[in-house]
């Protein structure tokens, strides 16, 4: 290790870091456009429809994260890997 270039970091760029955030909203935003619909053409009451909503819009933003943590942590490893080559 050189001591003028600091540990190494699988850490990802921050680009990638916000696109992930990004991915994150919008598919908590359509689970919860689904759950909505669903709930409104369900013909359930406002409770519900709301429970819908909220039940689609975590368990779409929970499977997004999950991709886009296993996609950070591959980008960091494949950097670090890179830059170890070079």
């Known amino acids: 290790m050189d001591p003028t270039t600091g540990p190494e970091s699988a850490l990802p760029p921050v680009g990638a ?28 009451g406002a409770f519900l429809t709301g429970l819908f909503l909220l039940g689609g819009a975590v368990v ?10 296993l ?5 960091g490893e494949w ?4 830059n170890r080559g070079s």
């Open 71 to 75: 996609t950070l942590r591959a980008l």
């Open 17 to 44: 870091r916000v696109l992930a955030f990004a991915a994150i909203l919008v598919g908590g935003m359509a689970g919860g456009t689904i759950g909505f619909a669903f709930g409104d053409l369900g013909g359930s």
């Open 79 to 82: 950097e670090s890997i890179r």
């Open 60 to 69: 779409a933003a929970g499977g997004v994260a999950v991709v886009a943590v």
